[in-house]
């Protein structure tokens, strides 16, 4: 049940980072890694969330490899982009 998706962001890389660990870590996640690539882990509903990302350019890539069924990836991408923003 991957997913995959792209944030576009302006500014530099360290600061949507900055957010995007800050949100993660926020729902008791763990967010290693740097401006060029990383990976997450954290909990809903006792079910861990598992992506990495890489940094292009102005884009986040963001890829889920593993998530509980009830959660969509509508919703995880809608959660970063908020956090992000």
Same mark, same amino acid.
């Given at each position: 049940?991957?997913?995959? #998706?792209?944030?576009?962001?302006?500014?530099?890389?360290?600061? *949507?980072?900055?957010?995007?660990?800050?949100?993660?870590? &926020?729902?008791?996640?763990?967010?290693? &890694?740097?401006?060029?690539?990383?990976? #997450?882990?954290?909990?809903? #509903?006792?079910?861990?969330?598992?992506?990495?990302?890489? *940094?292009? &350019?102005?884009?986040?890539?963001?890829?889920?490899?593993?998530?509980? #069924?009830?959660?969509?990836?509508?919703?995880?991408?809608?959660?970063?982009?908020?956090?992000?923003?």
């Amino acid at each position: 049940m991957a997913c995959d #998706f792209s944030i576009p962001f302006s500014g530099n890389a360290e600061g *949507v980072l900055a957010k995007a660990k800050k949100a993660v870590q &926020g729902q008791g996640g763990s967010f290693n &890694g740097n401006e060029g690539s990383g990976d #997450f882990t954290v909990s809903v #509903f006792g079910n861990k969330i598992i992506g990495n990302y890489t *940094v292009s &350019g102005q884009t986040l890539n963001v890829q889920i490899t593993d998530k509980p #069924f009830m959660v969509p990836c509508s919703a995880i991408e809608g959660f970063l982009k908020n956090q992000i923003a």
